[in-house]
C-alpha cells in the first residue's frame, strides 16, 4: 500500500534544544497529520494540515510546536524548545480526501529529550 | 471529548485459536471506524475501514462487527497464526475535522 516515510526515526536531545521531525507523506495526498503516543498510552492527534494551513489542533499542539510544508518538500513538526514531557513517538499520516478517506501512517520518530 | 476504550490490552492465543478484541466509543455521531496493526518498528498498517452503516465486514481471516445500539466495535481473527502478532489498534472518525481517536491498542502474541 501507500507508504508514508519519516526521518529520522530516532532522536535524542538536550531539553531546550529544537528539533525538527520530517515526514515524506504518500506524492498525491493533500492532508497531513501528526499524533503522539507516550509510552504505554494511547495515539492522540496534535495537528492536520492542509494547503499550507493548520485546519485544527489539539491542546497537546503547545505554543512550542509548529508545522510546515515549504514547495511540497517535507512536512515537518518543529518543536522549540524542547520539554521533558516532549518525549514519545510521532506519527505522521496523510490522505487524499479529508472526510471519507483512510490516513496512512509513518512508522513514527521516536524523541527523546533528556 | 470522544473517547475509545480498547481491551483486552494483552492477549495470548494459540495458533488456530480465534482473538477477540473490543472498542467501546462514546461519540454517537461517529461514522468511520478503522483498524491498525503495528508491527515492531513499522507504520500502522491498516486492516480496515468501516462505515457506520455496515454491521458486518469481513476480511481475509478476520470479521469486523460494528454495535450501534452499544457503541462497540470488534475484532475477531477466526484462526490466528503467528504472523498475527502485532499491536492493534482501533480508532473512530466523528464528527471532528479529520481527527482519528485511537483506543490505547491491543498487544496479541499468537503462541505458535
Known amino acids: 500500500g501507500p507508504k508514508v516515510l519519516q526521518i529520522p526515526s530516532h532522536q535524542i536531545i538536550d531539553m531546550g534544544q529544537m528539533v525538527t521531525l520530517n515526514c515524506d507523506p504518500v506524492?498525491?495526498?493533500?492532508?497531513f497529520y501528526w499524533y503522539k503516543q507516550i509510552l504505554g498510552q494511547q495515539m492522540e492527534f496534535l495537528v492536520n494540515?492542509?494547503?499550507?494551513?493548520?485546519?485544527?489542533k489539539s491542546k497537546l499542539f503547545k505554543d512550542q510546536f509548529s508545522v510546515e510544508r515549504p514547495d511540497g518538500s517535507y512536512f515537518t513538526l518543529k518543536i522549540q524548545p524542547t520539554a521533558l514531557e516532549d518525549s514519545a513517538v510521532y506519527f505522521c499520516?496523510?490522505?487524499?480526501?479529508?472526510?471519507?478517506?483512510?490516513?496512512?501512517f509513518g512508522p513514527g520518530t521516536r524523541l527523546l529529550v533528556l | 471529548g470522544e473517547q475509545v476504550e480498547q481491551r483486552p490490552p494483552h492477549l495470548s492465543v494459540r495458533e488456530g485459536d480465534s482473538a477477540v478484541i473490543i472498542c467501546t466509543y462514546t461519540?454517537?455521531?461517529?461514522?468511520?471506524f478503522f483498524w491498525y496493526k503495528q508491527e515492531p518498528g513499522a507504520g500502522l498498517q491498516l486492516l480496515m475501514k468501516?462505515?457506520?452503516?455496515?454491521e458486518i465486514n469481513e476480511g481475509q481471516g478476520f470479521t469486523v462487527l460494528l454495535n450501534k445500539k452499544d457503541k462497540q466495535l470488534s475484532l475477531n481473527l477466526t484462526a490466528a497464526h503467528p504472523g498475527d502478532s502485532a499491536v492493534y489498534f482501533c480508532?473512530?472518525?466523528?464528527?471532528?475535522?479529520?481527527?482519528?481517536?485511537f483506543g490505547a491498542g491491543t498487544q496479541l502474541i499468537v503462541i505458535p
Open positions: 499520516a496523510s490522505s487524499f480526501r479529508l472526510n471519507q478517506d483512510t490516513q496512512y
Open positions: 506524492s498525491n495526498h493533500l492532508y
Open positions: 494540515f492542509y494547503n499550507g494551513k493548520v485546519m485544527e
Open positions: 461519540d454517537p455521531n461517529s461514522y468511520y
Open positions: 468501516v462505515f457506520s452503516s455496515t
Open positions: 480508532a473512530d472518525r466523528g464528527s471532528a475535522l479529520g481527527r482519528l481517536h
